[in-house]
Nanobody, 116 residues
Framework: VQLQASGGGLVQAGDSLRLSCAAS??????MGWFRQAPGKEREFVAA????????SYTDSVKGRFTISRDNDKNTVYLQMNSVKPGDTAVYYC????????????WGQGTLVTVSS
């Protein structure tokens, strides 16, 4: 499985940004986004199952970020609204297999920088 993330960039606080992650190689049922800020450990951001019926977010992004997916395009999105400087991080898309609670596959990461 290959995951190709894109959409990162430099934005100002309060702006919006949409990240995309295209998957190839096999059918992925559950996908997610993680992020790693400078000097910090990688943390979970959001996840979605194949049908979109099960979605979860970390508390700090609830109400601001929306995860979605287009199965025809094998792509998962992260719509980021009202971004804050604390959202600055490298964002990684990830794919889960089976019932594992940790991702099996990782994308290469895309940098999001939010200026105040």
């Amino acid at each position: 499985v290959q995951l190709q993330a894109s959409g990162g960039g430099l934005v100002q606080a309060g702006d919006s940004l949409r990240l995309s992650c295209a998957a190839s190689g096999r059918t992925i049922y559950r996908m997610g986004w993680f992020r790693q800020a400078p000097g910090k450990e990688r943390e979970f951001v959001a996840a979605i199952n194949r049908s979109g019926s099960s979605i979860s977010y970390t508390d700090s992004v609830k109400g601001r970020f929306t995860i979605s997916r287009d199965n025809d395009k094998n792509t998962v999105y992260l719509q980021m609204n009202s971004v804050k400087p604390g959202d600055t991080a490298v964002y990684y898309c990830a794919a889960y297999t089976g019932t594992s609670s940790t991702p099996t596959y990782w994308g290469q990461g895309t940098l999001v920088t939010v200026s105040s």
